[in-house]
Each structure stands twice: as C-alpha cells, then as structure tokens.
C-alpha cells in the first residue's frame, strides 16, 4: 500500500532508512524532522528532534533504532540522537562541534562515527559513544557518504591520506 506525505514546500529527503518494523524517513526544509512509519497511515507520526538544521543529512539504522546526527539550527554544534518510534522521542547522545558522519558496521556491532580526521564508536549510548581512534596520517578517514563495509568482526573504511589519495582503512 502507498499513501502520500505531507512535507514542508520545497523539501528534501535525504535519507530513508529502515530499523526494525520501523520506516524513518528523513525530510529537510527550513528545518529536518524525521517521520516514523510502521506501514500504516495510523502508524505514521513525526519523532520529537529539537531543532535540527535544514543540511542535516547523516541518519542511519543499527539494531531496531534509527540514530541520526544532525547540526543544531543555530550552528553552534551537532548531536548525536538515538530515535525510537515505539516511544515516539529522540534521545540525546552526545554533542559534537559539528555533525559527524554515521554507518552503521554489523560485522563488528558497533556504529561507528566520523568527525574530521577522528573516528569515533558508539554502543547506542551516551557513556558507550567514545573515540576510537584519531587519524593523524590521513586528511578524511572516511570519504563523503561513509563507505563502511563489515565482514569476520571488522570494518573495512575507504578514507584519503596525505599525499597519497584514496586508501583502503580496517
């Protein structure tokens, strides 16, 4: 069954991701919130997301919840927020200088976060989200779009060094 959505004029969407029996759709205008969908009109609703920003792009789905980073609508800094649609809220993660970029790694159960040269590991929670490694060698340990593959308990990230281009990272 299909049934249209409401979206702010002149929306984007960003992103789209499923986590459980969920849909979370992503749309952007002046601001970005998220829908949670189970399949049903009835079971349709926008999620709480205090003031996201209108470039808001980095949503991605882990287990059964969606986790998106998003910069704040004054620019000021980013944070990470685990979204549930059973609850109908967003939880607070943790709060970053700007908005880190997400993938989400089965193979080593962990989602993992971009921020500038560093990377960070999240367990989906605010005391479980920490910094795993920075990367002082490369300019982007991950290239736009987080290229993340997980296979045998490892996550294979394609990341530029310097001087060298485009590399393989696991």
Do not use: H, M
């Amino acid at each position: 069954a299909s049934y249209p959505l409401s979206f702010p004029f002149r929306a984007s969407v960003p992103a789209l991701v499923v986590a459980g029996d969920f849909a979370y759709l992503l749309s952007c205008g002046s601001q970005c919130p998220v829908t949670a969908s189970d399949g049903t009109v009835e079971g349709t609703r926008p999620l709480v997301t205090p003031g996201l920003a209108a470039w808001t792009d980095s949503l991605t789905a882990w287990k059964d919840e969606a986790y998106l980073a998003g910069e704040d609508s004054s620019g000021s800094g980013a944070t990470l927020w685990r979204l549930s649609a059973r609850s109908g809220e967003a939880e607070r993660l943790r709060d970053f200088p700007f908005a880190p970029c997400l993938a989400a790694a089965p193979s080593i159960d962990r989602l993992l976060l971009v921020l500038g040269s560093d990377l960070w590991v999240s367990d989906g929670t605010s005391a479980g989200t920490t910094l795993l490694r920075r990367f002082q060698e490369i300019d982007n340990p991950l290239v736009r779009g987080c290229v993340v593959a997980g296979r045998g308990g490892r996550a294979w990230l394609a990341g530029s060094g310097k001087g060298t281009g485009e590399q393989v990272w696991s």
